[in-house]
């Protein structure tokens, strides 16, 4: 089954830092992929945490922005999601999310406006002291 593997969530303390990774399962994240973060909590619905271009355009949401940084290590066919100054209100199940390399609107794949190709199983990540 092709799909997205995430790993490095977990508890933090409010303030602390995580860094979440995405690699692919049964195919390799080529670098012609647009990837996303997308996180959520029970109740209510996905939402687009930050988006990378296969051309290097990111967008992040208002409620990250600054805090958060995406990324990707082309040769480890890997992407990143660098968590800092984490707040209660981040604790989510996060998912690891790619596209394969169209000519889309960034800001409309962050919005789930488009059917992505590959979905992650999801990761917890929680923020409590």
């Known amino acids: 089954q092709l799909q997205l593997v995430e790993s490095g969530g977990g508890l933090v303390q409010p303030g602390g830092s995580l860094r979440l990774s995405c690699v692919g399962s049964g195919f390799t994240l080529e670098d012609y992929y647009n990837i996303g973060w997308f996180r959520q909590t029970p109740g209510k619905e996905r939402e687009g945490v930050s988006c990378?271009?296969?051309?290097?355009?990111?967008v992040y949401s208002d409620s990250v922005k600054g805090r958060f940084t995406i990324s990707r290590d082309n040769a480890k066919k890997t992407a990143y999601l660098q968590m800092n100054s984490l707040k209660h209100e981040d604790t989510a199940v996060y998912y690891c999310?790619?596209?394969?390399?169209?000519?889309?609107?960034?800001?409309?794949?962050?919005?789930?406006?488009?059917?992505?190709?590959?979905w992650g199983q999801g990761i917890q990540v929680t923020v409590s002291s």
């Open positions: 999310a790619a596209e394969l390399g169209r000519d889309i609107e960034l800001q409309a794949m962050c919005a789930g406006k488009y059917d992505l190709d590959y």
């Open positions: 990378l271009s296969n051309d290097g355009r990111e």
